[in-house]
T-cell receptor
């Protein structure tokens, strides 16, 4: 299974951009890169996903390296409500509909 | 708006009891999932279902069973609860297809087995 590596934690100041890195050097050609986040005392929620091209939505942007071995989730202006654990996940071709969550990055946002 | 609800936020049971965790989704999704979340271990898939009366084992099915009699409802059953099943249980649902579909999660049930 393709695995992801993320820093355990990161800190950011409120209203500043945040770049959350993810390494996935064993990604296969058809694996999609998904990002979810989990706010305190809540279930995970979908943030964004992509395959090769950079992606933008109302929550965040996803920048994918040309060789696809890494990606970066970008929050353009962090708010206190963005404090959460962010998970970078590869969809496993052989596992059907499973999502395999790693340890994620705990983002702390300082006022 | 998309909604996945779980029957309880907090539950306390005794060892040996039979425990039912219920999950309901209102999005007409074919796929439903049960995960457990433990510190240091992340989320682990227990069972999933891709249609009514269909089920597949996940990574850690031992000690659990599931039931899906209606499309919107997916139940997780602990036949005889044990202390090592104390955990946060999360239900999710999604449309069919596996590479791009989004999973929608419920708020979780924190189960304590004494």
């Amino acid at each position: 299974d393709a695995k992801t590596t993320q820093p355990n934690s990161m800190e950011s100041n409120e209203e500043e951009p945040v770049h959350l890195p993810c390494n996935h050097s064993t990604i296969s050609g058809t694996d999609y890169i998904h990002w979810y986040r989990q706010l305190p005392s809540q279930g995970p929620e979908y943030v964004i996903h992509g395959l090769t091209s950079n992606v933008n939505n109302r929550m965040a942007s996803l920048a994918i390296a040309e060789d696809r071995k890494s990606s970066t989730l970008i929050l353009h202006r962090a708010t206190l409500r963005d404090a959460a654990v962010y998970y970078c996940i590869l969809r496993d071709n052989n596992a059907g509909n499973m999502l395999t969550f790693g340890g994620g990055t705990r983002l702390m946002v300082k006022p | 708006d998309v909604k996945v609800t779980q029957s309880s936020r907090y539950l306390v049971k005794r060892t040996g009891e039979k425990v039912f965790l219920e999950c309901v989704q209102d999005m007409d999704h074919e796929n439903m999932f049960w995960y457990r979340q433990d510190p240091g271990l992340g989320l682990r898939l227990i069972y999933f279902s891709y249609d009514v009366k269909m089920k597949e084992k996940g990574d850690i099915p031992e000690g659990y069973s599931v039931s899906r009699e209606k499309k919107e409802r997916f139940s997780l059953i602990l036949e005889s609860a044990s202390t090592n099943q104390t955990s946060m249980y999360l239900c999710a649902s999604s449309l069919p297809g596996y590479r791009t579909d989004t999973q929608y999660f419920g708020p979780g049930t924190r189960l304590t087995v004494l």
